[in-house]
């Protein structure tokens, strides 16, 4: 695994150098919200993370945990709403927008760790954790070993709840896997970013842009590598076995038109309502919605029905 990182920072910093440009050390990302940085020297880590309420620090909070291969800014359009009842905070996960690329595999309980210093560091006791794709499943398996730390669980689109064959594995982590990622045109960056909407809004270029940004980095390597290294887990750790073991109150949030979860790559037909029911039966205390006319970026297509959701279950279950 070191081997595959190691290899991938080179080709990355080779790529951006041949691209004309100067290997930065990270993107200039574009983010509408409040930015804040913390050194979490325990995993000598510096974090990036948005920190905004009207109410200020006395105010419930919702803890965002975003997908592979995003950052902060796919919780935008939510946190506009929800910050007007709660203290919503963001961060960019490890190897993410503007948090520190780490040359090491990325482990559940590695970033497990990494969210407890970041809410301990910060004061902060309890929170409403809410987890998109693979920050869902990095939600979930952070409840359950920290469940005292957590009142209610939000997962939506999660990955990790799929049982796949090999045969699937290997289909699906082909273009996952680093060099793949390195080597990606942005044509084709592009298109990935529309695959996970039903009907990509305007204002969702940004997130294009943010994405191909990364590719003039020095860290891109650490980016393609940290990566492929959160694929694998998505397809492989933490199945429906686990799920018993989240105590919490459960809101599970899927799209009607999502391209990724469950995935529809290798069954195409797939049900929504049966995916989300197989969830639901593995948690003690979990209610589901269908979000309609939304693909995988459910909360930045359809923010007012998703925060909504998210505001009427926490105010129900408090």
């Not at 939000?154 to 793949?180: K, N």
């Not at 590719?215 to 076995?241: C, D, H, P, V």
């Not at 989300?276 to 593995?282: C, H, L």
């Amino acid at each position: 695994m070191y081997g595959c990182f190691l290899l991938s920072v080179v080709h990355g910093v080779l790529f951006a150098q041949k691209q004309g440009e100067n290997a930065k050390p990270e993107a200039d990302l574009k983010y509408d919200l409040p930015t804040y940085f913390i050194n979490l020297p325990k995993h000598k880590l510096r974090l990036s993370y948005t920190d905004t309420g009207i109410g200020g620090k006395a105010m419930p909070v919702i803890l965002m945990l975003h997908d592979v291969e995003g950052n902060l800014a796919h919780f935008q359009p939510i946190i506009q709403i929800l910050r007007k009842q709660y203290r919503c905070i963001a961060i960019d996960l490890p190897g993410h927008g503007k948090t520190t690329k780490l040359a090491q595999p990325y482990t559940l309980k590695f970033l497990s760790d990494i969210i407890l210093d970041f809410m301990d560091v910060n004061d902060i006791w309890d929170v409403t954790l809410a987890g998109h794709g693979f920050g869902g499943q990095l939600a979930a398996y952070f409840t359950t070993k920290h469940y005292a730390r957590v009142n209610h669980l939000v997962l939506l689109a999660p990955r990790g709840f799929e049982m796949f064959t090999p045969v699937e594995i290997d289909l699906l982590t082909r273009p996952t896997r680093a060099d793949s990622i390195l080597t990606r045109q942005e044509v084709h960056i592009e298109k990935d970013i529309i695959n996970q909407f039903f009907k990509m809004p305007d204002e969702a270029k940004v997130l294009v842009e943010n994405r191909k940004k990364m590719r003039s980095t020095g860290a891109y390597g650490y980016y393609s590598a940290g990566a492929e290294n959160l694929y694998n887990i998505s397809f492989q750790e933490f199945q429906l076995k686990n799920l018993a073991e989240v105590k919490v109150p459960v809101l599970l949030l899927l799209a009607l038109d999502d391209k990724v979860v469950p995935n529809r790559t290798v069954r195409t037909e797939v049900n929504p309502n049966q995916f989300a029911a197989s969830i639901a039966q593995a948690l003690p205390n979990c209610k589901y919605v269908i979000v309609p006319g939304a693909g995988h970026l459910l909360q930045y297509e359809q923010p007012q029905a998703v925060a909504s959701h998210i505001a009427s279950f926490v105010a129900s279950k408090r």
